[in-house]
């Protein structure tokens, strides 16, 4: 259905990641509202550069979000007619379209974690004290998160036999493999400083959240 019907697979496109970044917002806002005093997050909870100013304003129009969302959609529909109408290849389309939604949906997934954990955090049950790590470490995490589910999509490449899924493995090992490239340039970097990776005040990160879950928003992040 999604090679057939273009409409649909944009709507759907269009529909996660509009929800990926209302949920950013609503992490963000949980956060300034409830788990600061337990969770020291420093500089942003936005892991994509492109969009930590909007995430950080707690900014419910974005004029570069809407831009990267109209960009993503003309994209997508100029590969489905290179793909369907001119190659006559649906497979490549649907790896792309694969890539594109399996990723949103592997942020949608941290979305509801990180939603979920500072709204626990809120009602101080189960949690003592202030936790503190550093930036690095979070964006590890998320890649080893991003690489993990790069494996599940192989297994079900391999028993379905669906390009859908070949996209999801290349989208989230590539991703997956950025966060990790950003988190050895921010590990050596507190090293660096001095810093040893830790946060040195209530500006300075701990956990992150990724609004840009599709492979242009990557691509806008690295050259915005």
């Known amino acids: 259905m999604l090679t057939e019907r273009i409409e649909i697979a944009l709507l759907l496109w269009a529909l ?37 100013e909007d995430i950080d304003s707690i900014r419910l129009f974005s004029p570069r979000f809407l831009r990267v969302l109209i960009l993503s959609l003309l994209l997508l529909t100029f ?10 290849v649906p497979s490549l389309f649907r790896a792309v ?7 949103e949906a592997t942020a949608h997934m941290r979305h509801v974690r990180n939603i979920a954990f500072m709204r626990r955090i809120s009602t101080n049950e ?8 550093p930036r690095w ?17 192989v297994i079900a490449f391999v028993l379905i036999h669906d390009w859908f899924f070949a996209g999801g493995v290349v989208a989230c090992l590539l991703t ?20 040893g990776g830790t946060a040195t005040n209530p ?3 701990s956990m992150s ?5 599709s492979p242009l928003g990557q691509k806008e992040a690295d050259g915005g």
């Open 176 to 195: 997956g493999l950025l966060h990790l490239s950003w988190s050895h340039k921010e590990r050596v970097g507190a090293v660096a400083t001095g810093h």
């Open 97 to 103: 379209i694969g890539g594109f939604i399996l990723l």
């Open 126 to 133: 189960g949690l003592k004290g202030k936790i503190e790590y």
């Open 79 to 88: 590969i489905w007619i290179i793909s369907i109408r001119i190659l006559g």
């Open 203 to 205: 500006g300075e990160s």
């Open 16 to 52: 996660l990641y509009i929800s990926d970044y209302y949920l950013t917002i609503w992490a963000a806002r949980l956060y300034r509202m409830r788990a600061s005093s337990h969770i020291a997050i420093n500089g942003s909870l936005e892991i994509t550069p492109y969009f930590r």
């Open 209 to 213: 959240v990724d609004v840009t879950g």
């Open 137 to 153: 470490l979070s964006l590890e995490i998320a890649s080893v998160e991003l690489i993990a589910f790069a494996v599940v999509f």
